[in-house]
């Protein structure tokens, strides 16, 4: 059903496979790097625009708006075009933006380019990830599990940049330079890519992606990323805040195990592909999300107690680092003639989430009890399990009880655009 053959050792990594991995792995890690350095140049840019520094904060809202509309659109156009012409746009109009960004001498000059950087971030994302759907045939979850920890180490390494900028120069804005730059890269790179000619989607055409929009199983995927996303923005951003309402513990203590939060899902990531290798897909992310109830049900359980809540926080980053990677190249998968129409409706799902429950997760915490937060966190484990439960009985009754049973397997779904 929901999966993929097992992958062995014996699967061949041929050029294109490894420029394809290169050049999405320095695609996230310059998307993990410029959004991580957003933040801590907030300050430089309300000096530079006269502004203030809340009105700065609608920065972020710009860019999850161009992200969402990207994220719909792309996807159809790289179904079309191929989802490397998607990948390069994305990448230099990301790089543009954030030029505008760090040069807009206005309000006004800062958000729209930052409105331009979030088209482009919606693009490069699908676009990473989709190329390594195309190249990776065999080993897809591997390969975007892999892949995707390049996210994580530039999320980690812009703000230890910009702390030793801030201490050599006192501004952050040439980081914003250097992200812009380190954007070009993979658009350049991508440019020599030959992706196998199978691969280039889209040939089902506008009657495919309507069946896609149809598929029960396209919006059970996309809550099920709604639902992660939010918690995994959610448990990042109030952390350190959660450790002090609940245990008070103090906020320098709570930044450094938020530090440890983001560590842990990326290694999650590591472990996911190596798991990867011997385990299908469906069954890694029926792993990872009982995995996530066991950390969310310790925070509930250990409210009051800062070692227990980082013990949790250390289970759930693990937990998590699998979810996102493993339900695209499901996604990708399952919906093989349209991906770019499926992953984009998922991701869009997926930003919304990012910026609704992470709201909603700060206000049980903030004004409610903080054992309200960590209720959330459990509950959504339970409920991305019951959703992935939902769409395991509805691939089994699309193959029917002669082409797989109802059981979790390693064979992949048929594509619900070509009547599978």
Aim: with cysteine.
């Amino acid at each position: 059903m929901l999966g993929f053959r097992r992958v062995t050792r014996h699967d061949p990594i041929g050029p294109t496979q490894r420029r394809a991995f290169f050049v999405s792995g320095a695609t996230l890690f310059a998307a993990g790097l410029f959004q991580s350095t957003l933040g801590p140049a907030l300050p430089d840019l309300a000096r530079n625009t006269s502004a203030d520094l809340a009105a700065l904060g609608a920065i972020f809202t710009a860019l999850f708006v161009g992200s969402l509309v990207s994220q719909l659109a792309a996807g159809a156009i790289g179904d079309r075009l191929g989802h490397r012409p998607v990948l390069i746009a994305g990448l230099l109009l990301a790089a543009l933006g954030m030029l505008g960004v760090a040069n807009g001498p206005t309000l006004a000059l800062v958000l729209a380019p930052a409105l331009v950087a979030g088209l482009g971030n919606g693009a490069l994302i699908l676009g990473a990830n989709l190329v390594i759907a195309d190249a990776f045939t065999e080993g897809r979850a591997v390969a975007l599990n892999l892949v995707n920890v390049f996210f994580g180490v530039g999320a980690i390494a812009g703000p230890a940049i910009v702390g030793g900028m801030l201490n050599a120069w006192s501004t952050a804005i040439p980081m914003l330079w250097i992200a812009s730059g380190v954007l070009v890269v993979p658009a350049v790179a991508a440019l020599g890519l030959r992706l196998p000619p199978a691969t280039q989607q889209g040939k089902s055409g506008e009657s495919g992606g309507r069946a896609v929009l149809a598929s029960p199983l396209l919006w059970l995927f996309g809550l099920l990323v709604l639902v992660y996303l939010g918690n995994e923005v959610g448990m990042g951003g109030w952390l350190a805040t959660y450790l002090g309402r609940s245990a008070g513990t103090p906020l320098d203590v709570g930044a450094v195990a938020t530090s440890g939060y983001w560590l842990a899902l990326t290694a999650g990531r590591v472990l996911g592909a190596f798991i990867g290798a011997r385990m299908d897909a469906a069954r890694l992310l029926l792993v990872s999300l009982c995995g996530a109830l066991v950390g969310g049900s310790i925070l509930v359980l250990g409210t009051g107690s800062a070692p227990v809540t980082v013990v949790a926080a250390l289970v759930l980053g693990l937990s998590f680092g699998p979810v996102y990677p493993t339900t695209i190249a499901l996604v990708t998968a399952t919906f093989h003639a349209n991906p770019g129409v499926a992953a984009g409706v998922v991701m869009a799902l997926g930003s919304v989430g990012g910026a609704a429950l992470p709201w909603l997760l700060g206000v049980l915490i903030l004004d409610v009890r903080p054992v309200a937060g960590a209720a959330l966190i459990a509950g959504s484990a339970l409920a991305m399990l019951i959703l992935l439960s939902l769409a395991q009985l509805v691939a089994a009754r699309r193959m029917g009880a002669g082409r797989g049973g109802t059981g979790l397997s390693t064979g992949s779904l048929g594509d619900p655009a070509q009547g599978g």
